[in-house]
């Protein structure tokens, strides 16, 4: 009987609060796709240039993964310190843990691009600017790929505690149930949501992953 009553207010809510529920939405999705775009425009060019020197791009990959290793409210925490509270603050959290995965997917696509394909470039006369952007990209772009997919899906889940440094978004609906004396309809009512934008971000990315794959590396069904 209580999960009727926890699904019919939930139900109430979504009714009267439709238009802040969406709101919310679409400013937890521009927070995780903001975070995200910045580490893609910082992490891609370090991934290419790392994957020329194998101890430079452990050492690199190694940091990243250091960073991983901070509990993520722990890191929002001292970047508070720095930045203070607002929407900033959970931009630089997100950047910071989605740095690991597109440097390593864009390092890993890049070393593993056939030796044999580079020589065929030089051979037909092409400068290394050429090969970089007219074959090992196009042949690491799937790959690169994946890495902003995990990284996006990361970055969602982060952005919900951003409720905590007065970011808003799904994670201020959530954080308002944990408070409520009978809140659970509140949780599910921004935990939903949540986990609705995770999915279809997830098979999105992954649609465009599979269609960036260059024919030949395709599995045959």
């Known amino acids: 009987m209580s999960h ?26 521009l927070i995780s796709i903001y975070g995200v775009l910045f580490a893609a425009i910082i ?12 101890k430079l791009g452990n050492f690199v990959i190694s940091i990243a993964n250091v960073i991983q290793t901070i509990p993520s409210l722990a890191l929002l ?23 690991l995965p597109i440097i390593k997917n864009t390092y890993t696509g890049m070393r593993n691009v056939n030796a044999n394909i580079i020589d065929s470039g030089r051979g ?16 690491s772009l799937s790959i690169i790929m994946a890495g902003i997919r995990n990284a ?15 970011a808003g978004g799904l994670g201020d609906i959530i954080i308002r149930g944990t408070n409520a004396t009978n809140g ?13 934008m995770s999915i279809i ?18 599995k045959e069904a």
């Open 4 to 29: 009727l009553n926890t699904f019919q207010q939930l139900l109430y809510y979504y009714d009267h609060n439709g238009m802040y529920v969406l709101q919310q939405f679409l400013r937890h999705f």
């Open 43 to 54: 992490g891609i060019p370090i991934g290419i240039f790392i994957a020329r020197n194998h």
């Open 77 to 99: 925490s001292i970047i508070m310190i720095v930045m203070g509270l607002g929407v900033n603050t959970v931009i630089m959290t997100v950047f910071l843990y989605s740095l």
């Open 124 to 139: 037909m006369g092409m400068t290394n600017w050429q090969i970089l952007y007219m074959v090992r990209l196009p042949l």
């Open 152 to 166: 996006l899906v990361l970055a969602i889940g982060i952005t919900a505690i951003g409720a905590f440094v007065g």
């Open 184 to 196: 659970g309809a509140l949780i599910l009512a921004g935990a939903l949501p949540t986990a609705l």
């Open 201 to 218: 971000t997830d098979l999105l990315l992954n649609l465009i992953e599979k269609w960036l794959q260059p024919t030949g590396m395709k």
